[in-house]
């Protein structure tokens, strides 16, 4: 229940800070920012599982 919690939490956050980039420079700018943050973190996941 705590990792559903906090996935929770970093998907609204990571939609509200792609929500204030598509508000301040547009859509694709804002697709690409998101699209790289995305990819950065399954990096980061892929990472973290072969290391546990």
């Known amino acids: 229940m705590k990792t ?3 996935d929770l939490i970093v998907l609204a956050g990571f939609s ?3 929500t ?3 508000l ?3 859509l694709a700018t ?3 920012i998101a699209g790289s943050g995305l990819l950065a973190f ?9 290391r546990a």
């Open 4 to 6: 559903l919690l906090i």
């Open 24 to 26: 301040q420079f547009g």
């Open 20 to 22: 204030g980039i598509y």
């Open 16 to 18: 509200l800070l792609v």
């Open 30 to 32: 804002a697709l690409q």
């Open 42 to 50: 399954a990096l980061l996941a892929a990472w973290r599982g072969k």
